[in-house]
């Protein structure tokens, strides 16, 4: 089975920095990979996929890019409701593994 | 505007049964793959079941397989959990997930049910 892998494991930032978490499969799965954001006590939302296509209403400071086994999410100016576990998944094919998550958090 | 509401969570005995149930609407249901998604408290997330449309395929990880049986009720627009031989590390909140395709990502989830297994 492919395994996922994320990087780091959390981070701290300042409102307004430039962040950005890896994913990494450890075999080429194409482009099928998505990012979800889960906020405390919150249900999982999807914010990209096809690696790096935007899902309707995300805001624009999102965004994501890579293709084979290497992915980045890029958050461009942090802000505060941005304060969640953001989380990749491969869904090429079943087992649809998601990646240990990355926890955020304001500096 | 699309809704999973899910129902069946509990409190239940090591060894005991439970069964999920996932409400869906304002979309197509049988067009579209459903999953079981989980999330032990404090952890991260588990797909532990997949069905396409048809019910015709079915995925189940290998965590879950023999224990756990999806099935869907393409009449009721109604998504099933069936878990039997329930063990403590099943304790999760579990989640009814949409997915646009067998192979596709997941563009809607619900709310979630706690499951927990405890004597």
């Known amino acids: 089975d492919i395994q996922m892998t994320q990087s780091p494991s959390s981070l701290s930032a300042s409102v307004g920095d430039r962040v950005t978490i890896t994913c990494r499969a450890s075999?080429?799965?194409?482009?099928?990979l998505a990012w979800y954001q889960q906020k405390p006590g919150k249900v999982p939302k999807l914010l990209i996929y096809a690696a790096s296509t935007l899902q309707s209403g995300v805001p624009s400071r999102f965004s994501g890019s890579g293709s084979g086994t290497d992915f980045t999410l890029t958050i461009s100016s942090l802000q505060p409701e941005d304060v969640a576990t953001y989380y990749c998944?491969?869904?090429?094919?079943?087992?649809?593994?998601f990646g240990p998550g990355t926890k955020v958090y304001i500096k | 505007e699309v809704q999973l509401l899910e129902s069946g969570g509990g409190l239940v005995q090591p060894g005991g049964s439970l069964r999920l149930s996932c409400a869906a609407s304002g979309f197509t249901f049988s067009t579209y793959a459903m999953r079981w998604v989980r999330q032990a408290p404090g952890k991260g997330l588990e797909c532990v079941s997949s069905?396409?449309?048809?019910?015709?395929?079915?995925y189940y990880a290998d965590s879950v397989k023999g224990r756990f049986t999806i099935s869907r009720d393409n009449s009721k627009n109604t998504l099933y959990l069936l878990m039997n031989s329930l063990r403590a590390e099943d304790t999760a909140v579990y989640y009814c997930?949409?997915?646009?395709?067998?192979?596709?990502?997941?563009?809607?989830w619900g709310q979630g049910t706690l499951v927990t297994v405890s004597s």
């Open positions: 998944q491969k869904y090429d094919s079943a087992p649809f593994t």
């Open positions: 997930a949409k997915a646009m395709s067998w192979s596709g990502y997941v563009d809607y």
């Open positions: 069905i396409t449309g048809s019910g015709g395929s079915t």
């Open positions: 075999q080429a799965i194409s482009n099928y």
